[in-house]
């Protein structure tokens, strides 16, 4: 199963495509969760460790995922390896860890560097033909 998530290539247009699709299920669950949570008189508060703070957290979770995986597979296309995405996913971790010490500008410095790196990876021409990663998609 991981093969299939993170094997083979992506191009551009796949990966725009799949980028927006996974920020607006994203955008679309949470705004269920949250309907659910105010039919029930839960979302008064969103408080640390509350039902919505930790749904919240999850979606935000499932989607980081997805996001890693395609970009694991643009960077295929590049004719690179997924190790490459570390440079995005080291800062953005320890961005999370800044986001409790309640450093916004260090939170908003990764959060650009994270954008940056979307739209390079968005507009940089794959690999013509086949590369050790499989063949052009």
């Not at 800062?91 to 979307?118: E, Q, R």
């Amino acid at each position: 199963m991981l093969e299939k998530m993170i094997g083979g290539r992506l191009n551009r247009k796949k990966y725009i495509m799949y980028y927006l699709a996974t920020i607006v299920a994203a955008v679309v669950v949470m705004m269920l969760f949250s309907a659910a949570m105010m039919a029930t008189g839960q979302l008064e508060t969103m408080e640390t460790g509350g039902t919505m703070y930790i749904g919240g957290v999850l979606i935000g979770l499932f989607s980081n995922l997805v996001a890693v995986c395609l970009g694991i597979r643009r960077l295929h296309d590049l004719g690179k390896g997924g190790k490459w995405l570390l440079a995005v996913i080291v800062p953005a971790v320890l961005s999370f860890g800044v986001y409790f010490l309640d450093s916004s500008l260090v939170a908003n410095l990764v959060s650009a560097l994270d954008i940056a790196v979307v739209i390079a990876l968005a507009v940089m021409k794959g690999n013509e033909g086949a590369n050790e990663f499989g063949p052009a998609s």
